[in-house]
C-alpha cells in the first residue's frame, strides 16, 4: 500500500495528458531494433513506415497521428513543427521521419528538416550525403535550392543537418533561420523540423 501511496509515475496517456494539460497526439508501439549499447547508438537500424517488417499497428498508429496533427496545424497559417525528445537515443529521429512520410502519404507537401546539427541522423535515414544542408543553408555558403534533396519519397523532400557547424545553437536562434522558414512555408504544406534532445542541449529552445 504505502509503495502504490508514493508512486508517482505516469501509467498511461489519460494520466499523462491531465498532469501537463496538453493533448495527445497519439502513441507508438516500440519497433525495429534496440541499440545493444550506448556505444553503438550511431548504429542503430531506424526503420522507417515503408519497410517490410513494420507492423500494421505501428503503421495506424502514425496515420492517426497524422490526421491529429493536421487537425491541429488547421488554424495555423505555418505549419511548421518541431519534434523532440528529452534525452538522445528516445527515438525523436525515427518518429521525425515516419511522421514525414504519414505526412507525404496523404497527398501533403512535406519537408523534413535535421535541425539537429551536433548528431545528424536524417541522411542515414534516407541515404542522402550529408555534405549540403540547413547549417550551409544558414551560413549562405550554398544556396537553399542545393540543400533540399527533391522527391526523396513521393510528396516528400529532405534538408539534411549539413556539416557540424562550430556554433549550432546561434544558427538556429539566427534572423537567417527565420528568413528560410518563411521562405519554405509558402512553398510547402507541412514542414517537420528534427531537433536535438531538450536535456542536453538550447539548440531546441
Not at 18 to 27: A, H, S
Not at 45 to 59: G, M, R, Y
Not at 135 to 153: F, G, P, W, Y
Amino acid at each position: 500500500f504505502l509503495i502504490d501511496f508514493f508512486d508517482n509515475t505516469i501509467k498511461n496517456t489519460d494520466q499523462l495528458s491531465q498532469q501537463f494539460k496538453k493533448p495527445i497526439l497519439g502513441e507508438i508501439q516500440q519497433f525495429g531494433e534496440k541499440k545493444k549499447s550506448k556505444k553503438n547508438a550511431d548504429s542503430d537500424v531506424h526503420s522507417k513506415l515503408t519497410d517490410e517488417n513494420i507492423p500494421f499497428s505501428v503503421i495506424e498508429s502514425y496515420k492517426s497521428i497524422r490526421t491529429n496533427i493536421m487537425f491541429s496545424l488547421s488554424t495555423t497559417d505555418n505549419r511548421i513543427f518541431a519534434v523532440s525528445s528529452p534525452d538522445a537515443g528516445d527515438g525523436k529521429s525515427t518518429t521525425s521521419a515516419n511522421i514525414a512520410i504519414a505526412l507525404s502519404q496523404g497527398d501533403s507537401k512535406v519537408l523534413l528538416i535535421d535541425a539537429d546539427m551536433r548528431k545528424a541522423v536524417q541522411h542515414r535515414i534516407f541515404g542522402l550525403t550529408n555534405k549540403k544542408g540547413l547549417s550551409t543553408a544558414i551560413s549562405k555558403q550554398h544556396s537553399l535550392e542545393d540543400c533540399i534533396r527533391k522527391n526523396v519519397m513521393k510528396n516528400l523532400d529532405v534538408m539534411p543537418a549539413g556539416p557540424i557547424p562550430p556554433n549550432p545553437s546561434e544558427l538556429l536562434a539566427s534572423d537567417q533561420m527565420t528568413k528560410i522558414l518563411n521562405e519554405l512555408s509558402s512553398q510547402y504544406s507541412v514542414i517537420v523540423i528534427d531537433t536535438p534532445p531538450v536535456n542536453i542541449v538550447t539548440d531546441t529552445m
